[in-house]
Structures are given as C-alpha cells and as structure tokens.
C-alpha cells in the first residue's frame, strides 16, 4: 500500500540548475524481517540508484520502520522497488509473486508510504540465487571502455557446434546483459532465457548457430542507453559514447576473441525498453556494422520520441537493416512511461511502410496482447525473434 501525502516543511530546490523535489520514503517491513536487515530503494532516476539493487540506504527509526529523502527532477515518472541489497531479496507480494514496479509523478514535495508485504526468499543460504546458464558460457569480467571510462562484464554465449575449428558463426549483441542469460544475475529474477531458446532452436537445425553477447549495464544505463538528455527524467546523453564503446570496443575484441562472421550482413543487436531505443539509434548512426535490429518493447518516449522524428527525417539507412520490432498491450499499466507504447511503435512500424520497408520481410511489427514490461514476457516471445533473423535460407 502506498500514501502519498502533502509535506509543508519541504521546499523545491535545485540539483546542476535543475528543478528538483523533495520526496520522503517510510517504509514499514513484514514481520520477521531479520533485524539485522538494511533496506534500500531501487529505481529508474540516478537519485534511486539507476536499479541498482542497493541503489538508497534508508535509516533505521525507532519504531522498527526506515525512511529516506531523496531530491527527485521536477515532473520526472520515478518508478522504483524496495529491496533488502539485492535482487534476491526483494520486495514481493503478500503470495510471494512478481510485483510492477512502484510509480510516483514526482510535482510537489511528498511523503510516501510504502508497506512491503512480504521479501522473496534467496534459494541459497548465501543469499545468492541458483545460476540458470545453458550451454558453452564465457565471462569477461572488467571489460573496460575508454569511451566511457567505466568498466562492465561480457557475457558470451557459444552454440553447438563452436568446437569445430573450421567454422565462423554470426553475432547477436543485447544490452543489458546480466538479465538474459542467469536468474542468478538479473533483474528481479526474471531471465530472458536466450541460451535455452538458442540451444533449442539451433539443435533442431530451425536457426544457424550463432554466438550471443551479453553487454551487462551499470548505474549508468539510463545515460548510456540514451541518445538526448530528458529532462523529463533528469538523465540522458550518453548514447553516442555507448554506440562507440560497443562499435568501436566490444565488437573488435569478440571478433579477436571467438571464431565470428563479422562482416554486417552476419552482425544483430538487440534490447528491450531503453535497451530497445539504443539499439534502434546504435544501428541508425551504424547500419555499415548491423544488419539486423530487434527492438523489444522500446521507449521511444524517451524525450518526447526525439529519435523516432530523426529516423523519419533521415530514413535512407533503415533499407539496409532488417527489424523485429514488439509492444505489450498492457506495458502501461507496469510504467506509466508506457501509456502510449501501442501508439509510439505504429507509429515507428508506419516509418518502415512508408520507406519501403516489406513487413514479414524487411521488418515484423507484432503487438502482444496482455503484454507486459518485463523479463519474463520477453523471454515468451524471443524465440520468434531469433527465428526471424537467424531462420536457414
């Protein structure tokens, strides 16, 4: 339950010239919660940690509950959980099932108070959730970026058949990557399941085989997998430094790596949600380097759906680039950001039509009844999408 209440004592301020509010969590914890617990906020804005699962320490009171205050962008959609440090341990509901995400139009100073009803349970006693990895899967922890200047993990995925010594094998790379191949890594717990339908559909000769890399994200992601700065938001920008840390970086040391085709008629990109706009806007400044673009669930919200008016004002590229493109029909009801999914990816599938684009040929435009915004939904339908991109002549 949550209750958003008045605060008279806060004041507006600003944060680097921004407008910023004041915003008060209290939140109480389930009976039982270890006593020794520290319990944190996880959320989509960097004053919430950019989902990382520690993203804010709350303060222990007295009376057992935890509060914080947090300085949130003036008219920015906050969406966050509660977490007790990690993903294996956070907040649930009262029969231990998956919860949207909690939403806040951040206008007005506030209180908000939240009541969790219940934690979900670590599998092991360390606490860590029991890894899911399928098949041959390499790590590259540390992988640093001068783009950037940060350093993050790669996670690669090697098909039947990458014993054979003479063979080179096609490229899908996905953002995100902590969340595609392992419950014990991602988010919430929910994995997209990617080597399992890899595995699949290669062993039963319906797709090539390919290698899958996983480019894991960081406290940065909502900057990184972003174009433009919104305002909206109070994050973004950093998108073209990403589209050269993975043209430019991760892409050259997969093709040293491992045995890949590299050229761009053998080269994809994938993501989901802002994952799905990077990739959208990485193959928009690359299309010499991708041939194929799967953009799941996308945000083409993001800055008032900026990237969307650029594409169809310079549209010549998207002729050379295949597309899976998606949207749940009830994504809105998770995010308040995605009220307007159905309607901004038409609207990007009518830029396609209208530049020539074949649907079920240069593009597939697929809209999921019930649909939702997250991982398990994704990994429901990926399977179609490998198909489509990686299905033998």
Request: charged share 25%.
């Amino acid at each position: 339950m949550i209750t958003i209440l008045a605060l008279t004592a806060c004041t507006l301020s600003t944060v680097q010239g921004d407008p910023t509010v004041a915003v008060e969590f209290r939140v109480s914890v389930p009976a039982g919660t270890p006593k020794d617990s520290a319990i944190y906020l996880s959320g989509n804005l960097p004053a919430l940690g950019h989902w990382r699962a520690d993203g804010v320490k709350l303060k222990r009171h007295e009376n057992g509950r935890f509060h914080t205050t947090v300085s949130l962008p003036e008219g920015s959609a906050a969406e966050y959980k509660v977490t007790r440090g990690s993903w294996a341990t956070v907040e649930k509901n009262t029969e231990g099932a998956e919860i949207a995400n909690r939403t806040l139009s951040v206008s007005v100073p506030t209180t908000v108070e939240i009541e969790v009803a219940r934690w979900a349970t670590p599998s092991a006693a360390s606490g860590a959730r029991t890894p899911t990895r399928t098949g041959n899967i390499k790590f590259h922890h540390d992988f640093a970026s001068r783009n950037l200047n940060n350093k993050r993990t790669l996670i690669v995925y090697l098909p039947p058949g990458y014993e054979d010594a003479a063979r080179r094998f096609p490229v899908l790379y996905m953002h995100d990557g902590q969340n595609i191949f392992d419950a014990s890594t991602c988010f919430a717990g929910a994995e997209w399941q990617a080597d399992e339908h890899a595995q699949r559909l290669i062993t039963a000769g319906r797709i090539t085989p390919i290698i899958i890399v996983g480019i894991y994200n960081n406290a940065d992601r909502s900057d990184e997998y972003t174009p433009n700065r919104d305002d909206r938001f109070g994050a973004g920008g950093k998108g073209p430094l990403y589209a050269k840390f993975v043209v430019d970086e991760v892409k050259p040391f997969i093709d040293r790596t491992y045995r890949t085709k590299p050229g761009r008629e053998h080269t994809a990109i994938a993501g989901s949600s802002l994952g799905g706009l990077i990739s959208l806007y990485i193959c928009a400044q690359h299309p010499d380097t991708f041939s194929k673009c799967g953009i799941v669930s996308p945000a083409l919200m993001w800055n008032d759906g900026r990237l969307v008016r650029d594409i169809e004002e310079r549209a010549s590229w998207i002729k050379r680039v295949r597309f899976w493109l998606d949207m749940g029909t009830a994504e809105g009801s998770d995010l308040d950001s995605f009220n307007d999914g159905i309607a901004r990816t038409r609207q990007l599938a009518a830029v396609f039509k209208d530049n020539g684009l074949t649907a079920e040929r240069d593009y597939r435009y697929v809209e999921i009844p019930g649909g939702h915004h997250n991982e398990k939904d994704w990994a429901a339908r990926f399977d179609q999408l490998l198909l489509f991109f990686f299905a033998p002549d």
